[in-house]
């Protein structure tokens, strides 16, 4: 579990040593409007007027879609570079970003593999037109993938956004998080770029993967770490960082 800046960790990772990419990075969108999309918290667009909750802002919500493609294609890239052949990535994104999440993936050599939806039951309705209900994960392979396992994964995901011991504004559910990690190898390694609250982790530990997990907030990095630790012994892990 490394604390720091996402490109700055990727660096440091050696080649073709990571078997899958499982990520939800902050999707700068939550607006109609640039101004909506760049002037306003984390919290401020996702979190509904007199919630009960008071979770911790995230950073990295606030860029526009031009700066938020350049800089997944960025990220992508040096994890292509990490990944070993057949290695599979999938990205986290709504309706609003899923077109440019496909053209980053391609843009750093990934194959464009499919576009996964999460249907949300528990979501808001909207007056006049179609709820929006679902998010999206846009998946590719690192050459092609490995023909010889005999593994069979879903094309859709219906679960509900966790709402008991939720930690994290966009906390993704670990039932959910548990199917999408074995598309790794078992005792293969899942990276998360954006670990926010660590499901990615929790669901990779849980199902026999290892885990490589980097967070720049310090806030979300302490919660990660718990969450990691209350899945493993003492000797199971290491926490690493801060980087320089």
């Not at 309706?95 to 249907?119: K, N």
Request: proline share 5%; hydrophobic share 35%.
């Amino acid at each position: 579990m490394h604390r720091g800046g996402v490109l700055t960790v990727l660096k440091t990772l050696p080649d073709d040593s990571v078997h899958a990419v499982i990520t939800d990075r902050p999707y700068n969108s939550g607006g109609r409007t640039s101004s909506d999309r760049t002037g306003r918290t984390a919290r401020a667009k996702y979190v509904t007027t007199g919630s009960a909750h008071d979770l911790e802002n995230f950073p990295g919500e606030n860029g526009d879609q031009r700066s938020y493609r350049s800089w997944l294609t960025v990220l992508l890239t040096e994890a292509y570079r990490a990944a070993v052949e057949h290695s599979v990535a999938m990205v986290f994104s709504d309706w609003c970003q899923e077109p440019t999440t496909s053209d980053a993936l391609q843009m750093a050599g990934w194959t464009w593999s499919g576009t996964i939806p999460w249907i949300k039951p528990a979501s808001r309705p909207r007056k006049g037109g179609f709820k929006q209900s679902s998010e999206f994960i846009t998946w590719g392979v690192k050459g092609s993938l490995d023909h010889s396992r005999d593994l069979y994964l879903s094309g859709h995901f219906i679960a509900s956004r966790p709402r008991k011991d939720q930690v994290h504004i966009a906390q993704k559910p670990v039932e959910i998080m548990r199917q999408l990690v074995q598309i790794c190898p078992e005792d293969g390694v899942v990276l998360d770029p954006f670990t926010g609250s660590g499901s990615t982790g929790v669901a990779a530990l849980r199902e026999g993967r290892q885990f490589v997990g980097v967070e720049l907030s310090s806030h979300y990095a302490d919660v990660a770490e718990r969450r990691l630790e209350a899945e493993l012994t003492q000797d199971d892990f290491v926490l690493a960082g801060p980087e320089e």
